[in-house]
């Protein structure tokens, strides 16, 4: 898999997505659409951004029950995505099933990759709430293992765990990161950030950048920039 930067389009409606896209003009970024825009915009955003010539990763987090699982994503695949994900809590057999769903009749298929347990959720809320009393590292490490057995292509995960994901499942395995900002930029709200450079350094393959690039005052110089640390 090639590393690449997705720039996560956390944008709410079609208008405000478009007006970033158009500052790109030599480059078509790979993006990440996530459920908001989705939601607002419907499938019909994916076409028309793909039709612009980017890849995309939808971000849709797929949970139901296997045969649900694998209709909904024999749907994103005739959308043309590029990659698309799960989460690894709704099973092995959820997963298998998802995989499934997504190859089209000529064996091709999206990148898909699982979410095991997302940055929100603590130990303790784990805990508490789902009465998982391992540790989360374990846990995080296991799902990941879950993932690799259903044949999936790898997890997002934060750029601190990229490496022993790598180590746990094999350096093929692959690993999307979010959090990731300048050294010199704004943390925003996140708390665990690695550089781009950083990031390349502990083995990402894609690192998802969202406000660094999007509310940056050049966007398109952001971009390469950040390309240029992570790929070149
Ligand atoms: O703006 P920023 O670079 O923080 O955006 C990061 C993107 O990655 C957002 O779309 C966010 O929802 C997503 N993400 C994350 N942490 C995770 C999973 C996804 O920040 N664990």
């Known amino acids: 898999m090639g590393k690449d930067v997705i720039v996560a389009c956390d944008f709410a409606g079609k208008k405000e997505v478009f007006d970033f896209l158009d500052k790109f003009t030599d480059v078509k970024p790979f993006v990440k659409i996530g459920m908001e825009l989705f939601y607002a915009e419907g499938p019909e955003i994916v076409r028309e951004i793909k039709k612009r010539g980017h890849k995309i990763f939808l971000d849709l987090k797929l949970h139901d029950i296997p045969n649900t699982v ?23 057999a959820m997963m298998e099933a998802a995989l499934e769903g997504l190859t089209r009749p000529d064996g091709t298929r999206p990148i898909l990759i699982a979410v095991t347990q ?13 009465l ?16 690799k057995k259903a044949g999936l292509d790898g997890v997002v995960c934060s750029p601190l ?16 990161t979010p959090g990731v900002r300048f050294a010199d930029g704004d943390k925003g709200d996140q708390v665990r950030v690695m550089t ?4 390349k350094a502990i083995g990402s393959d894609y690192i998802v950048v969202g406000r660094p690039i999007t509310a ?3 966007p398109v110089a952001a971009y390469k920039r950040c390309v240029d640390e992570f790929v070149g």
């Open 70 to 92: 694998k209709k909904s994503m024999a749907v994103l695949s005739r959308l043309d995505v590029d990659m698309t994900n799960l989460h690894a809590s709704g099973t092995v």
């Open 118 to 130: 997302l940055t929100s959720t603590s130990e303790e809320k784990m805990k508490e709430d789902l």
């Open 132 to 147: 998982i009393n391992e540790p989360i590292d374990k846990v995080v490490m296991h799902y990941a293992s879950n993932a």
């Open 161 to 176: 765990e990229a490496e022993k994901v790598h180590n746990t499942c094999g350096k093929d395995f692959v690993t999307v």
């Open 196 to 199: 781009p450079a950083d990031a």
């Open 216 to 218: 940056a005052s050049d």
